[in-house]
């Protein structure tokens, strides 16, 4: 795991000294630069402010988080305890239909911009249609996707409208002044969508490409966009990362020059382990991205959590007292989390002890306050 990593650290540019070492105690990583050279103040000051959480020595230092819905669904209020929400919240650019591809739609813009005005940070990610045409999710040919890379083919074309599409919407929360926490791609060493599983090598490439494209759609200056780069967990039978099929989860990674957020999305019942068969292994995940933020510089986070039942349609329960425990106890360098929604969440049919995520004093709930966040960072 560790000879991988340093690889893919070497073909990024960067140092493989530190890397996959678990962290034993909170510390700052400075003050991080924006990815985004011509990035705002706002966004600014929500990066240097999600970088100094972990190295807090008193106070809540950790930014819940719930995932509000896709497209048109989107409501952010739709989980409150004692009419708290939580400091985050999430949505993602597509529709997602029954059957068929997922669209593109962005139009959850206004309840985002009004969550930041209530005092509240915002993320979004995409579960984009495949360009290829084929289902959303298989992973597609890795010729096809090499075409993301190359906007003369029907392919690069149809991404680029996509990326455009996109763009639109980001630029709708830059031109409000609202940073957004931008996630695109996730989970990208798995299996489960159309961009996932493909060449380490290639997938870089059009990462750095997409971030360009996005930068010049954005216009001249004053950019309001933080990228997330979030591989899924690790899991014990090696998907999302195995040393035996000589690809690391950190061959995927970009380079920082294209991240401002390093995080992991986890979806397990254990989450401070030891992670059963065929379960995601959220120690070593950590161990190995914690490890990677901090060479970086970069916060880390968990950008999606939640159990591992409701997606196969299992009726368990989770108990979210196990992973409100966690992320105090085993993961304090985590700058904040985001749950996942519907039964795999917090608010699941059969899940106990969700309400934990919001009622622990050491979280930080709405209002976090861009204001203060500015404040906080200045």
């Known amino acids: 795991m560790l000879l991988a990593a340093a690889a893919a650290l070497g073909a990024t540019g960067v140092s493989a000294a530190g890397c996959g070492s678990a962290a034993t105690?909170?510390?700052a990583v400075g003050t991080p630069s924006p990815a985004d050279t011509r990035a705002g103040t706002a966004a600014r000051a929500e990066l240097a402010w999600l970088a100094a959480l972990p190295a807090r020595g008193t106070g809540p230092r950790l930014v819940s988080g719930y995932f509000g819905g896709y497209g048109s669904g989107f409501d952010a209020h739709t989980w409150s305890v004692n009419g708290t929400f939580p400091g985050l919240t999430g949505c993602d650019y597509a529709d997602?239909?029954?059957g068929g591809?997922?669209?593109i739609d962005t139009s959850?813009?206004?309840?985002?911009r009004q969550y930041a005005a209530d005092g509240g940070l915002v993320t979004v990610s995409v579960h984009g249609p495949n360009p290829s045409g084929a289902a959303f999710t298989t992973p597609m040919d890795p010729a096809q996707f090499t075409q993301l890379t190359q906007p003369d083919t029907a392919i690069g074309r149809t991404w680029d409208t996509q990326l455009t599409q996109i763009a639109a919407g980001l630029a709708?929360?830059?031109d409000a002044g609202v940073p957004v926490l931008f996630r695109p791609l996730l989970e990208m060493n798995g299996q489960a969508f159309w961009w996932s599983g493909q060449s380490p090598a290639v997938f870089r490439q059009v990462w750095q490409r997409m971030f360009a494209y996005v930068d010049t759609a954005l216009g001249a200056s004053g950019h309001q966009v933080l990228w997330v780069w979030s591989p899924g967990c690790e899991a014990t039978d090696g998907v999302g990362g195995d040393a035996s099929n000589g690809i690391s989860t950190t061959d995927y990674?970009?380079?920082g020059r294209y991240v401002d957020v390093i995080g992991a999305d986890c979806y397990t019942n254990a989450p401070a382990g030891p992670a059963?068969?065929?379960t995601d292994d959220v120690p070593r995940t950590y161990q190995e991205l914690s490890g990677l933020a901090e060479n970086q510089g970069k916060p880390f986070a968990f950008a999606e959590l939640g159990g591992n039942n409701g997606n196969d349609e299992a009726d368990s329960a989770v108990d979210f007292a196990a992973w409100n425990d966690a992320l105090h106890a085993d993961y304090p360098l985590a700058a904040y989390f985001l749950a996942w929604n519907g039964q795999v969440g917090p608010t699941g049919t059969h899940n106990t002890n969700g309400s934990r995520l919001l009622t622990d004093p050491g979280v930080i709930n709405q209002p976090v306050g861009l204001a203060r966040v500015s404040a906080a960072a200045s």
């Open 25 to 27: 105690a909170p510390a």
């Open 96 to 98: 997602l239909p029954s």
């Open 101 to 103: 591809q997922p669209v």
């Open 108 to 112: 959850c813009d206004t309840a985002l």
């Open 172 to 174: 709708r929360l830059t």
């Open 253 to 255: 990674y970009p380079g």
């Open 276 to 278: 059963t068969a065929r």
